[in-house]
């Protein structure tokens, strides 16, 4: 199992560019998330899926939008980019009582 | 408000020796706490969980302990090793809810000196 993979490692945009960091999971996880962490802080959830075509909003989601279309997968799209959304962001699975599966991490700078 | 907080942003001890690792919380709703551990430039990785039915799980070197009316949880690691030098997160859920939507504290970087 390669467990949860994220694409890609880093990235640097400019401001007011969009991409999408994409996710996927091989355990057949239901519940899926994205989170970030800025330096030298926690980790913030942006957004959570609890299945396939059903997302909910986390602490941080603004300038963010997910979507689950499928079980494995779980795109992040970040729209308009912005120097605060600069961070390292964490995909990760489980399944409802349990502890979460990390991905490596994208590291993202805007400039 | 942060609602899960590590106090110590480092801690440096010595191979052999015990490392003792604290978190404190403030939502009476949490009802399972875990730890992560994250070396630089990976993802963070599970260590130990604890429910709030419990006062104490141990897991090899690796014990948690839990104090509700103190809203306290500690890690210790016992005996320390070098291989442990990581940034330990604490986090809090509720389990009966979904515990992978976690809230976490701002980590705590373990130095361990040979």
């Known amino acids: 199992n390669a467990g949860v993979t994220q694409t890609p490692k880093f990235r640097i945009l400019k401001i007011g560019q969009s991409m999408t960091l994409q996710c996927a999971q091989d355990m057949n996880h239901n519940y899926m998330y994205w989170y970030r962490q800025d330096p030298g802080m926690g980790l913030k959830l942006i957004y959570y899926?609890?299945?396939?075509?059903?997302?909910d909003k986390g602490e941080v989601p603004n300038g963010y939008n997910v979507s689950r279309s499928t079980t494995e997968d779980f795109p992040l799209r970040l729209e308009l980019a912005a120097p605060s959304q600069t961070s390292v962001y964490f995909c990760a699975s489980s399944d409802r009582t349990s502890f979460l599966y990390f991905g490596p991490g994208t590291r993202l700078t805007v400039l | 408000d942060q609602q899960v907080k590590q106090n110590s942003p480092s801690l440096s001890v010595q191979e052999g020796r015990i490392s003792i690792l604290n978190c404190d919380y403030t939502?009476?709703?949490?009802?399972?706490f875990l730890w992560y551990k994250k070396y630089p430039a990976e993802g963070p990785t599970f260590l130990i969980s604890?429910?709030?039915?419990?006062d104490k799980n141990e897991d090899g070197r690796f014990t948690v302990f839990l104090n509700k009316s103190a809203k306290h949880l500690s890690l210790h690691i016992v005996p320390s090793q070098p291989g442990d030098s990581a940034v330990y997160f604490c986090a809090a859920s509720a389990r009966t809810s979904n515990a992978g939507k976690s809230t976490f504290g701002d980590g705590t970087t373990l130095t361990v000196k040979p």
């Open positions: 899926s609890v299945g396939a075509g059903i997302t």
């Open positions: 939502n009476s709703m949490f009802d399972y």
């Open positions: 604890i429910s709030s039915i419990k």
